[in-house]
């Protein structure tokens, strides 16, 4: 089963940078509208990053979530780590019968192979920071909207 938590987490902490940025309150109610989700689901996925640090959430008239540090000292990893806790990207196979060279040395070769997969994994992650991927997913909506113009002419003119 594929697991949603990092790239719906990670996309909840860019929309708060970005809400930051631009002068607009996050709210759970608000991040959960983006998702198509409730709120409540948007808090329960707060809490890990609460709890490490990563956003700080308050109650109340005026209240919302926040980064709770600076967008450059946060990084993908922080939030990876903070949201899949001790989960293992790929774990094998256990309790398969020694039948044959492979079966009887799968576990170990495996594991080996999660282990070297999931250390560059989050090297990777570790690379990049919470401004970095706002400043790329800035550079993606530029595009996206200079591709959206000529359609938006050619329908204004009635073509």
Request: charged residues 25%; positive net charge; hydrophobic residues 45%.
């Amino acid at each position: 089963m594929i697991d949603l938590r990092f790239p719906t987490v990670l996309q909840i902490v860019l929309g708060i940078q970005i809400a930051q940025e631009d002068g607009v309150r996050c709210t759970s109610q608000k991040l959960g509208e983006s998702l198509g989700v409730r709120a409540s689901f948007v808090r329960k996925l707060l809490l890990p990053l609460s709890r490490e640090g990563i956003i700080i959430a308050t109650l109340g008239k005026g209240g919302g979530v926040r980064l709770a540090r600076p967008p450059d000292s946060i990084t993908l990893r922080d939030i990876y780590l903070a949201v899949t806790e001790k989960k293992r990207l790929w774990v094998a196979r256990e309790g398969i019968p020694c039948q044959c060279v492979a079966s009887a040395n799968i576990v170990q070769f495996f594991g080996c192979l999660a282990g070297e997969a999931e250390g560059l994994v989050l090297e990777m992650l570790a690379n990049r920071t919470v401004a970095d991927s706002v400043a790329q997913i800035r550079r993606l909506e530029m595009v996206r909207l200079d591709q959206r113009k000529p359609n938006a002419l050619l329908h204004a003119h009635g073509t």
